[in-house]
């Protein structure tokens, strides 16, 4: 059974920076597809960047030139750099891993397997 497990979320303030990481367990040891999507209060949840099983790199519009999505295949973790944080970011973060034979990187429903979720809060 695959589990991801996220990290480094938490509070800052606008223009600040975070860190987070996801590790997957359990897997069967192939490159998958993993990623970030994010979901605040009352809305859907939505991609934040996607690194392909390929090796390609995924961001949604939002957060394009100030995230970077990076990847340690060795432990099968995926990171998550994000500078100039802004209030809008507020939201809870998940990891996500494997992408359904084809799917789409851009939608949730697409992914197998999910973490349990960390909260970033950007006040202003």
């Known amino acids: 059974q695959v589990s991801l497990v996220e990290s480094g979320g938490g509070s800052v303030q606008a223009g600040g920076s975070l860190r987070l990481s996801c590790a997957e367990s359990?897997?069967?040891?192939?490159?998958?597809?993993m990623g970030w999507f994010r979901q605040a209060p009352g809305n859907e949840r939505e991609v934040v960047a996607i690194?392909?099983?390929?090796?390609?790199?995924h961001y949604g519009d939002s957060v394009k030139g100030r995230f970077t999505i990076s990847r340690d295949g060795f432990e099968n973790t995926v990171y998550l750099q994000m500078l100039n944080l802004k209030p809008e970011d507020t939201a809870m973060y998940y990891c996500?891993?494997?992408?359904?034979?084809?799917?789409?990187?851009?939608?949730?429903?697409?992914?197998?397997?999910w973490g349990q979720g960390t909260q970033v809060t950007v006040s202003s």
């Open positions: 359990g897997g069967t040891g192939s490159v998958s597809s």
């Open positions: 690194n392909t099983a390929s090796g390609s790199t």
């Open positions: 996500a891993s494997v992408l359904k034979d084809g799917g789409t990187w851009s939608r949730p429903a697409d992914f197998l397997y």
